[in-house]
Nanobody
């Protein structure tokens, strides 16, 4: 019952934008730190962005300036806005509940050049 479900991925041209959504349920979302990770084929899963319950954020160097993580506690949702997408952003993007170590199933982002 503790779960997150990602959506919003798709195929876009380089330079485009996407907004990914992570809908949470089954736990006290408002006091939970959340994060987005991604995993490209043949590579390790890596942190993209994190946001604490109080709204503090952090970003991987590869997406700084192009990415914004936010949360809407009224909707139990975490968002990830990615602008100026690059081919190297191609990956499956996962949402994680840090306090429980629970992952979503992921949403595919494919950037073509």
């Amino acid at each position: 019952q503790v779960q997150v479900v990602e959506s919003g991925g798709g195929s876009v041209q380089a330079g485009g934008s996407l907004k990914l959504s992570c809908e949470a349920s089954g736990f006290p979302f408002g006091i939970s730190d959340m994060a987005w990770y991604r995993q490209a084929p043949g590579k390790q899963r890596e942190l993209v962005a994190g946001i604490t319950a109080t709204g503090n954020t952090n970003y991987a160097s590869s997406v700084k300036g192009r990415c914004a993580i936010s949360r809407d506690n009224a909707k139990d949702t975490v968002l990830l806005q990615i602008d100026n997408l690059k081919a190297e952003d191609t990956a499956v993007y996962y949402c994680k509940i840090l306090r429980y170590g629970v992952w979503g199933r992921g949403t595919q982002v494919t950037v073509s050049s």
